[in-house]
């Protein structure tokens, strides 16, 4: 094969016809051979593999993020009971309360509320009323999704391998369950942020002289635990491990740019324990202080919630805990892993297994020269594994089972799953050269089983996620439509249907009644200020939750020698510290909670064809003396519909039920 230089050379002198096309025949005959370099190279090295920049995939995962938090729909009324209501108190002065929130348990912080009341305070400069709130902060969620999400993608890709970043990316930006968890009101998905952020500094190495990544992940951890969720400080003990067992780094920079080393030390495992509680220490307290101060604020009493949400879900007592609000087999997190990543999830389960057979078969992976090299690589890929392995144990075994719990271990599954695939592929080329397969052909069947796997998880990502926006959207669709009651011609107090109504205390609050449908409630975001969620009697018979205090007085004010009144805010919240009767820990239901039926003005309900009747749950849509229907939209039946053709969107698909979610008006005489 002639060298550059003699190409440019010959490529600056007349050639005979006859000269050309043998210099051509030449340069056909060597491109196999250029080719198959090529491809070797890419097959055993990452030099050349692609990856995208941080602000590239920060972009590109904003468009599935902003996609959730438009069309995404919520699935949890925890979500919009525990939170997105206490919220609307802060921000509007009413909304529902729930047990948790009483001061008799306080088993929920006013911090996390706090926070998000800061940031959606900041986006009414925006909005014109308050269900643009709701979207506004919604984004804002998926702007902070797609940023720790790209900070681990980068990680991933630099610390471990471009391929596996690569992969990473690809699961996350398809993933249903990033989908639904991304831009949730919900501690878990707080948690789940901080723990994305944290291993964005875990999966580097550990280093001697300087403590910044220690207090960047204890710091992570911390506030994902203790403002968001306790339980996910769990999934910070392997990087606990990793810090005591792996060594790491004896060098840095300074200020001044200078590399700055230090021979190790013999006690240095001791100098981490004693680094490690030190930064534990001091990121407990920084964390801990401010929640305490914001819960005796609301609460009025002294009291450190997430001490009390450990204890009442691990210590609840008999007929307490998170088990009377239902069980669920072992296997749910399997089932639920597979809607939300299909066959990525079981590649995660995989990993650990797929890393063994690595560390017997493709020793050339990771090379080295003692028996202590050709343990440790696995020992450290072991450490990078076993983050998902812990909290899917510990969850599993837990009677109690709900998605929302899951959300915490989502970077793992996806780096899990892309490890396997990694490896797996490795294997492909490996068994393709066992049968004589040349290097260029092992390199396309690594490309394109890589290829064919990500694709097929992406087609069923995209129907599950079709299935979900399309199928369960009525509720948001419906009460979003209770907006159109207000005048067409209301210019001001765009938040009220009843234009006067906070200028004049004379004028009564409309109710807006659920029944059956008490548990799909979109929350006081998407009903007009003037209107006020009441519950009829269906054949629930938990408890529900009960209107805060309102936090606002009637005051008085002269005009034309006539004394008015009008409504004005407080902010005092005395109704966070305000034990109302009736709430119990034991989830029994309390009649006060419910209004007659002829006190409502409006009402949402779900009318089900295939559904038996029940004399508290009549189908209201037919009555049409009482009830005039506003507007309607389909919902599916999920209990009379087929498991797998509910789950996931396939044009055509059979064993489909619906049924209609309606908002009706009361009919006046």
Known sequence: MPSNQELRSRSNKKTSKGAKKAEAAKATSAAPNVNAARAAHDLLTEAGTFSFSFSSALRILLIARITSALFGVIQDCDEVYNYWEPLHYLQHGTGMQTWEYSPEFGIRSWAY??????????????????????????????????????????????????????????????????????????????????????????????????????????SCIGLGALVGWPFSAAIGIPFVIDEVLVYGHDGAVDAQGRVVQIIRPANWRIQRVLRLAKVIGVCAVAISVPIVLIDFIFYRRLMFVPLNIVLYNVFGGENQGPDIFGVEPWYYYIVNGFLNYNIMFFLALLSAPFALVAGYLDRERVPGKTKLDAVWPYVLLGLKLLPFYIWFTIFTLQPHKEERFLYVAYPFIALNASISLFLARGWVSRSARAFGASVMVRASIVRYV??????????????????????????????????????????????????????????????????????????SYFLPSDVRLQYIKSDFDGMLPKHFLPDYKIATYEENGEILTYRAREYSFKGARIVQAGFNSYNKGDPDAYVNIDQCDYLVDADYPLRPISTREPRYTHDEKNWEVLDCAPMLDTVNSNQLSRAFYVPGAKGLAWGDYCLLKRRRS
């Open 450 to 523: 890589s290829v064919a796997v990500l694709v097929v998880y992406g087609i069923i990502s995209i129907s599950r996620v079709v299935s979900i926006t399309t199928r369960y959207r009525a509720p948001a669709r419906i009460y979003s439509a209770l907006w159109q009651e207000r005048a067409a011609d209301q210019l001001i107090n765009l938040n009220y249907l009843q234009e006067n109504y906070p200028n004049d205390a004379s004028i009564s609050e409309l109710n807006l009644c659920v029944g059956k449908e008490w548990y799909r409630f979109q929350g």
């Open 113 to 218: 509320i706090v926070l998000h009341w800061i940031v959606a305070s900041l986006t009414t400069i925006l909005a014109t009323h308050k269900l643009q709130v709701f979207y506004l902060l919604r984004l804002v969620f998926a702007g902070i999704s797609s940023y720790v999400e790209a900070r681990f993608y980068r990680t991933v890709t630099e610390e471990i391998n471009p391929h596996v970043g690569r992969y990473v990316f690809v699961v996350l930006f398809f993933s249903a369950g990033m989908f639904n968890a991304s831009t949730a009101f919900l501690p878990s998905t707080f948690a789940m942020w901080m723990t994305f952020l944290a291993f964005s500094y875990a999966l580097r190495q550990p280093n001697q002289i300087t403590a910044k990544r220690t207090y960047r992940v204890v």
